[in-house]
C-alpha cells in the first residue's frame, strides 16, 4: 500500500520550515537573493510562465532579477557528460572540433552576459560594474 505524500504550505522563511530555533534572526540576516532562471536547454516555450500576471506581479515586486540561460547544443553538452569533463577541459578536446569550441564559446560568453545583467553577484552595486570573462 503506497501513502500520499504530505506537502505543507511555507511559512515564507525556509529555516523555519526547517524548525530552527533562530530562524528570524537567520532569515532576516541572510536575505537569500531569490533568483528565476529561464532554462532555454530545458524549454524553448516561457509563455506558460510569461502569461501568469500573479507570478510576474510577484517578480516584479520582490524584484526578482531573471536569467534568461541560453541552449547549449545537444552534441556538445553529451559530449561533455559521456567524457566526465568540465569547460576548460571541453576546449582543449579533440572530439569537440572547431565548430564544437565555437559553440561552447558562444553558450559560454551568452551565459555570463546574462547572469552580469542579473547582477547576481554585485547586489548594490552600479550597473556599470559588469561580470566579465575572457574566453580565448
Not at 515564507?12 to 530555533?21: K, P, R, T, V
Not at 566526465?84 to 569550441?101: D, H, M, P, T, V
Request: hydrophobic residues 40%; charged residues 25%; aromatic residues 10%.
Amino acid at each position: 500500500m503506497t501513502q500520499e505524500p504530505v506537502f505543507e504550505e511555507s511559512s515564507g522563511n525556509i529555516f523555519a520550515d526547517l524548525g530552527l530555533e533562530n530562524a528570524s534572526e537567520l532569515f532576516t540576516r541572510g536575505k537569500i537573493k531569490h533568483v528565476f532562471v529561464r532554462n532555454f536547454g530545458l524549454c524553448d516555450d516561457w509563455k506558460h510562465v510569461d502569461e501568469r500576471e500573479d507570478l510576474q506581479e510577484l517578480i516584479k515586486s520582490q524584484k526578482v532579477p531573471i536569467i534568461n540561460f541560453p541552449k547549449f547544443s545537444y552534441r556538445e553538452r553529451d559530449l561533455l557528460d559521456a567524457t566526465r569533463i568540465n569547460f576548460s577541459q571541453a576546449f582543449l578536446s579533440a572530439e569537440l572540433g572547431i565548430l564544437g569550441q565555437q559553440r561552447l564559446h558562444s553558450f559560454l560568453k551568452k551565459a555570463y552576459e546574462e547572469i552580469g545583467k542579473a547582477q547576481v553577484w554585485n547586489v548594490g552595486q552600479p550597473a556599470a560594474n559588469k561580470l566579465s570573462v575572457d574566453i580565448a
